[in-house]
T-cell receptor, first 114, second 117 residues
């Protein structure tokens, strides 16, 4: 099993540019989560999907952030326009819908906005 | 509201010694799950151990064990025989698995563990 796949692993962009982060969950998992990790705020849940449907996006910081899951094997997190304060590591995770089942995390995308 | 608290920002332990990382939680739901993750300096999040609220025994996975005290709402991680490779950030997390089963985890702020040779 390849695990959760995220791309790119590193992204450096200039303020104002659009950034798209990609995630392929583990096959068969029906939950997908997007997290952001910074030193100041720790690990924050941004949004999560169940069976490709967004369930809770209350963690999305503002309208500049959007996420989609067009099918069970792909999700994107888009930031437009990007700002320096968006610099962080963004994780994607997936899980089965079983109470005792752990979330499997991808390797993360380190985003730097200059 | 659910909450996870890890009060130890940083911990040191001598190699081969045991160490306990604290975690307290707050939930009104009788059915929930508790998880511990390890994040080494390389950045990946690694699942370590799980404890269900109705589990009769404390969970164990190799050198990891969970000291689950339900009445005190604590789920401390115990690492026995520490190794240099245990140096990492450790996160405690909770999943509400009751009527409001949403699948999401609530994470604590983490504890950084340094193992000294």
């Amino acid at each position: 099993d390849a695990g959760v796949i995220q791309s790119p692993r590193h992204e450096v962009t200039e303020m104002g540019q659009e950034v798209t982060l990609r995630c392929k969950p583990i096959s068969g998992h029906d939950y997908l989560f997007w997290y952001r990790q910074t030193m100041m705020r720790g690990l924050e849940l941004l949004i999560y999907f169940n069976n490709n449907v967004p369930i809770d996006d209350s963690g999305m910081p503002e309208d500049r952030f959007s996420a989609k899951m067009p099918n069970a094997s792909f999700s994107t997190l888009k930031i437009q326009p990007s700002e320096p304060r968006d610099s962080a590591v963004y994780f994607c995770a997936s899980s089965f819908s079983l109470p005792n089942y752990e979330q499997y995390f991808g390797p993360g995308t380190r985003l730097t906005v200059t | 509201a659910q909450k996870i608290t890890q009060t130890q920002p940083g911990m040191f332990v001598q190699e081969k010694e045991a160490v306990t990382l604290d975690c307290t939680y707050d939930t009104s739901d009788p059915s929930y799950g508790l998880f511990w993750y390890k994040q080494p300096s390389s950045g990946e999040m690694i699942f370590l151990i799980y404890q269900g609220s109705y589990d009769q025994q404390n969970a164990t996975e190799g050198r990891y064990s969970l000291n689950f005290q339900k009445a005190r709402k604590s789920a401390n991680l115990v690492i026995s025989a520490s190794q240099l490779g245990d140096s990492a950030m450790y996160f405690c997390a909770m999943r509400d698995s009751g009527s409001g089963n949403t699948g999401k985890l609530i994470f604590g702020q983490g504890t950084t563990l340094q193992v000294k040779p």
